[in-house]
């Protein structure tokens, strides 16, 4: 399994010269890749335009959205803006989407979330389709386009990924979670008789020796969830120990690609996370 970090693009305090900065160190570490995510009310970095940045200071680590939200993107746009960030970082993109759950994004973009779900699904199939004929530039480095990986939890989230995606994303949580949905993942695989299998990716979070600060934020990036944010400020990963049960756990649930996300802006970080992983 390899593991990669999160840029601090939703964490207080992070600004252009310190996402930058931790791009830069994360490289400089054993961190495979540069995960963000994504929203629309609140003050973040736009996902994209993050990775943009990475991608000039970084020249190996993969980068990949933990997830964007599909159905609040034109499906055009979106394709020449991923095959741009391919283009730019010499082939790193791995483009994660799901349908997202905040309804007041939806709301701030004047999009219908009623519909959500059928519109990713056909998003899916149209970012590939646009990639392969070669309908919008530029032409992508990776043949076909950037690795797609789909997100969600119910039936028909996993019957869409094995649909139109090559894997899934989870969405945090302790390692039986991820084993769970990475079951329901390769059985939607198997169901449609895919050859090969999907890519399994999960996330965590961190905040080594500031755990009140990054509970903080989760409690504040979750709080549209009600009791259940200080459940997820719970699991946060705060120590050592934390960091390495949780990375075997992953590990031993078929998790492909980890990438734990910071839950405070500070670079040094990154060195502490380093030390913990080796």
């Not at 791995?94 to 779900?117: E, F, H, K, N, S």
């Not at 530039?137 to 969600?152: D, F, I, M, T």
């Not at 755990?211 to 699991?235: E, Q």
Request: with cysteine; hydrophobic share 45%; aromatic share 8%.
């Amino acid at each position: 399994m390899e593991v990669g970090v999160g840029l601090p693009t939703t964490t207080p305090g992070a600004d252009g010269r310190c996402v930058v900065e931790w791009a830069r160190r994360a490289e400089a570490g054993p961190f495979a890749s540069l995960g963000v995510l994504d929203r629309m009310v609140y003050p973040s970095v736009e996902p994209l335009v993050a990775l943009s940045a990475a991608a000039a200071v970084t020249a190996s680590a993969r980068l990949v959205t933990m997830v964007v939200i599909g159905p609040l993107r034109n499906t055009v746009l979106l394709a020449k803006q991923a095959a741009s960030l391919d283009r730019l970082s010499g082939g790193r993109l791995t483009l994660g989407l799901a349908i997202g759950a905040r309804a007041d994004d939806y709301q701030a973009m004047g999009v219908d979330r009623r519909d959500r779900g059928r519109r990713l699904g056909d998003q899916l199939a149209e970012l590939r389709s646009i990639w392969e004929k070669g309908e919008v530039g530029p032409e992508p480095v990776q043949p076909g386009g950037p690795p797609l990986l789909a997100g969600g939890l119910s039936g028909e989230a996993f019957a869409r990924m094995a649909r139109t995606a090559d894997g899934y994303v989870h969405g945090g949580g302790p390692p039986r979670a991820f084993a769970g949905a990475a079951a329901k993942a390769w059985a939607a695989w198997r169901d449609l008789e895919r050859p090969g299998r999907p890519q399994l990716w999960g996330q965590g979070y961190f905040a080594l020796g500031d755990p009140d600060a990054g509970s903080a934020y989760l409690r504040d990036y979750y709080a549209f969830t009600g009791p259940f944010a200080s459940k997820i400020a719970a699991g946060n990963l705060t120590s050592g120990r934390a960091v390495n049960d949780f990375v075997r756990g992953y590990a031993e649930a078929g998790c492909d690609h980890l990438v734990l996300l910071p839950t405070v802006s500070d670079p040094a970080q990154l060195d502490r996370l380093a030390d913990v992983l080796a």
